[in-house]
């Protein structure tokens, strides 16, 4: 699921970027390792600053929509890593350049199968590629703003659906392409679009592969605040500089009871909660907050 926003099935066929993921498009589930290197540096193709607290991972590579490479999966996650284990990272901006946010995966150049597949490899590579790309997003510790600038296909939309936040231009669309191509979603599709509009409207997307607006997935729940594109990326700044002001660990405790709350039951969700709480009391936040309300003046979290 490759091409400009609006694009129609051939278009995107015909980039070679399909935007099922790593996964799940023809050549690459044939062999583990056999998705496309990408052979610019992954410094130059996924760019990251820090600044205020806040980390920005931007995709790169316009002149393919952003369709990401094995090199940028790996540079994605491994910085969303660092932002967890950082002190000094309080959020994160996951966006992109150009006109697509991201296309999917980029198939083009992938090599040819070093064996014959066997029983296994598939799911072999999905475990190990666009499951890892999403659970980065999922289990860091920090919140993390998708600032969809365009094009969101196939593990793109995923990339963005999982996190914690999101804005887009009114530009934007997002698109399950899977079924275009007669494949499952992967990259989490099935698990993270239920919980965030509904079976219905999941299978609906699912099923047909239709482009969604951001005024529509807006509409639908998928999406917190449509803008005009000339507007997204001071808003991103607006938001992600609130949540790097705020009170990191309740922030990270809050992620992932929140995260939780839909896969286990009501006595567990409470205990969690319980917990949380008691782990919160630790911080230096929490103590702050408790102090700034005593003496009737603002919090100062130290993200601490």
């Not at 914690?164 to 899977?178: G, K, R, S």
């Not at 494949?183 to 509009?197: E, F, T």
Request: charged residues 20%; aromatic residues 4%.
């Amino acid at each position: 699921m490759s091409g400009e926003a609006g694009a129609g099935p051939d278009e995107h066929a015909r980039t070679g970027a399909p935007g099922a993921g790593p996964e799940a498009a023809g050549p690459e589930t044939a062999a583990p390792g056999s998705e496309t290197a990408d052979p610019a540096p992954a410094a130059a193709t996924v760019l990251h600053t820090l600044d205020g607290g806040v980390s920005w991972i931007t995709l790169n590579r316009p002149e393919a929509m952003n369709a990401v490479t094995r090199d940028q999966r790996e540079r994605v996650i491994a910085l969303l890593a660092e932002a967890s284990a950082d002190p000094a990272v309080r959020a994160v901006v996951l966006t992109a350049t150009g006109r697509g946010f991201c296309a999917g995966a980029d198939l083009r150049g992938t090599p040819g199968p070093a064996r014959e597949r066997v029983p296994g490899d598939v799911a072999r590579t999905i475990r190990l590629g666009a499951q890892r790309l999403i659970a980065a997003v999922l289990d860091c510790e920090k919140p993390v703003i998708a600032a969809v600038n365009g094009t969101a296909a196939g593990i793109g939309a995923h990339l963005a659906f999982a996190c914690d936040l999101v804005l887009a231009a009114d530009t934007a669309t997002f698109i399950e392409v899977f079924v275009r191509r007669g494949l499952v979603p992967d990259g989490g599709g099935a698990y993270l679009l239920p919980r965030l509009v509904g079976p219905q409207r999941a299978k609906e997307l699912m099923f047909f592969g239709d482009a969604l607006s951001a005024a529509d997935a807006e509409r639908l729940g998928l999406v917190n605040r449509t803008v005009p594109a000339t507007e997204l990326e001071a808003l991103a700044k607006e938001w992600a500089g609130r949540l790097a002001a705020g009170p990191t660990r309740a922030l990270a405790l809050t992620k992932q009871l929140v995260n939780a709350s839909l896969d286990g039951d009501r006595a567990t969700a409470f205990a969690a909660e319980a917990a949380s709480q008691e782990i919160n009391m630790t911080t230096r936040d929490a103590n702050e907050g408790v102090a700034s309300f005593v003496e009737r003046r603002p919090p100062k979290y130290e993200g601490r």
